[in-house]
């Protein structure tokens, strides 16, 4: 690792699938071991482990990570070597609050909530496959502020199944109203091997779809929600460290069932970049979690890897994390960056997209396949 690392934790088990969810999600049959599974864990961590890591940021990640009794969050990140001033994220499903004990999961160590809202409208939620109604968010909110947490997302689609621009808005502004630190506000996508892309629903026009995401990025500017990454919006300095870290290109452990990682070296003054993954079976990983698979990323994948993470950023970065985190120079892409520059797609001073360029984001990337 050449800086502090991020670490993603994957607890692979939900309640149900959402028919939109391409993510490694399993839903519950019969009890899952959950001690069986921290311990599987902390194996994996323990065959990963480098001596000079020191974790910036820890994301619990699924599935459903809120189904994951505090107890064994804390145990197990007792057992891991995290910066005091760490930025750890549990993601939360309103529909589990049941098992949820929002005092115990700050007391393990959970510092910050990312709430998977999706929508206010129960028609909506009922579409998209969800267990909760929009009451359970609402209430999984307030309770989460009453156990001391000052910093929260909030996760909404929008894109919908007949979803029209007021539908769209009407979400946001409820979204607005709980006065939550972070938003994150991105469209529906329908993505290979799910439900939905075996019976693709009617989906909004592309006009609209344009209507709505401008009437709904005015929205969040006038409530003063900074947009800093395509579909991340925050108040103040309450930026997603953690998700901050992937947009910049950065390394990052992966724990768990289906957890990818990135990490990078030098050899002989030059940069090597690797991915690795977990088995995706929580059976698989569980009566072997050492076992990690890695590949290292060819040097003529390192732009375009950046770029899908670093042009995400409506600030983009500098320079000199260009050519850190690729180990390439500005100059091996200067030709293509002008063209872009040229076109208003890309800023001259910085590697960063115009307000046109984010928009267009798919064409910009297509430049450096």
Same mark, same amino acid.
């Given at each position: ?94 529909? !589990?609050?049941?098992?949820?004990? #929002?005092? *115990?999961? &700050?007391? @393990? =160590? ?24 929009? !009451?359970?968010?609402?209430?999984? #909110?307030? *309770?989460? &502020?009453? @156990? =001391? ?221």
């Amino acid at each position: 690792m050449l800086e502090r690392p991020g670490l993603y934790i994957h607890y692979p088990w939900c309640v149900k699938k959402c028919p939109y969810c391409d993510f490694n999600s399993h839903p519950i049959k019969g009890d899952v071991d959950q001690e069986a599974y921290r311990l599987a864990l902390e194996a994996d961590w323990a065959a990963q482990s480098q001596t000079s890591d020191v974790f910036a940021s820890v994301f619990f990640g699924g599935g459903t990570p809120s189904l994951f009794h505090p107890k064994h969050i804390g145990g197990l990140l007792d057992k891991l070597p995290i910066a005091a001033d760490a930025e750890i994220t549990l993601e939360v499903n309103p529909g !589990t609050q049941e098992y949820m004990e #929002f005092s *115990e999961y &700050r007391s @393990a =160590g959970i510092n910050r909530l990312s709430v998977g809202a999706q929508s206010f409208d129960e028609h909506k939620l009922k579409r998209l496959g969800r267990i909760h109604q929009s !009451t359970d968010t609402t209430t999984a #909110f307030i *309770e989460a &502020r009453n @156990a =001391g947490f000052k910093n929260i997302n909030l996760d909404l689609m929008w894109g919908l199944p007949e979803q029209t621009v007021a539908d769209a808005l009407s979400d946001l502004q409820i979204a607005i109203d709980l006065q939550p630190e972070h938003i994150s506000w991105y469209q529906l996508t329908i993505e290979a091997k799910t439900e939905f892309a075996k019976r693709t629903p009617i989906l909004p026009m592309e006009q609209e779809i344009y209507d709505m995401e401008q009437a709904g990025l005015a929205l969040l500017t006038e409530a003063g929600f900074h947009r800093y990454e395509v579909s991340a919006f925050a108040k103040s300095d309450q930026l997603c460290k953690h998700n901050l870290n992937y947009w910049q290109f950065g390394d990052y452990v992966g724990l768990g069932a289906g957890a990818h990682g990135k990490h990078s070296t030098r050899q002989d003054q030059k940069l090597i970049a690797f991915r690795s993954s977990k088995p995706s079976q929580p059976r698989l990983y569980m009566a072997n979690p050492k076992i990690t698979e890695q590949q290292q990323v060819a040097a003529d994948d390192l732009i375009l890897e950046f770029m899908m993470n670093a042009l995400r950023l409506t600030d983009g970065v500098d320079w000199p994390i260009f050519e850190q985190r690729t180990g390439l120079t500005q100059a091996s892409i200067l030709p293509v960056w002008e063209n872009l520059v040229l076109r208003d797609l890309v800023r001259a001073d910085r590697c960063a997209p115009t307000i046109k360029g984010t928009r267009y984001l798919d064409s910009v990337l297509q430049q450096f396949v």
